[in-house]
Nanobody, 119 residues
Framework: QVQLVESGGGLVQAGGSLSLSCAAS????????MGWFRQAPGKGREFVAS????????NYLDSVKGRFTISRDRAKNTVSLQMNSLKPEDTAVYLC????????????WGQGTQVTVSP
């Protein structure tokens, strides 16, 4: 199992920036990639971005491309999400996730951190 703890959420005005961080512990050697998901009130969980642990290949939700940047620090076992030009529709609980394969569901999840973007 991999334990994940997010930090860095908060309240920001539209157009502002926030940076989220996720610290991984436990069986970190088993991680293939890590991702950020979000869940807004009354909506399902949505993929935001992912990065492979080894090569650092990234993938993004279309609506965040050019605004969000995901990165990983293997020495510190952390993954970060830099969010710029935030919009009210980015408001959600953001969750960090990890998986040990390049296909299939993410099987390790953090508790989430709230991001609120005011108009």
């Amino acid at each position: 199992q991999v334990q994940l703890v997010e930090s860095g959420g908060g309240l920001v005005q539209a157009g502002g920036s926030l940076s989220l961080s996720c610290a991984a512990s436990g069986r970190t050697f088993s991680i293939y990639d890590m991702g950020w998901f979000r869940q807004a009130p009354g909506k399902g969980r949505e993929f935001v971005a992912s990065v492979t642990w080894g090569a650092g290949r990234t993938n993004y939700l279309d609506s965040v491309k050019g605004r969000f940047t995901i990165s990983r620090d293997r020495a510190k076992n952390t993954v970060s999400l830099q969010m710029n030009s935030l919009k009210p529709e980015d408001t959600a609980v953001y969750l960090c996730a990890a998986r040990s394969r390049d296909v299939g569901p993410y099987d390790n999840w953090g508790q989430g951190t709230q991001v609120t973007v005011s108009p």
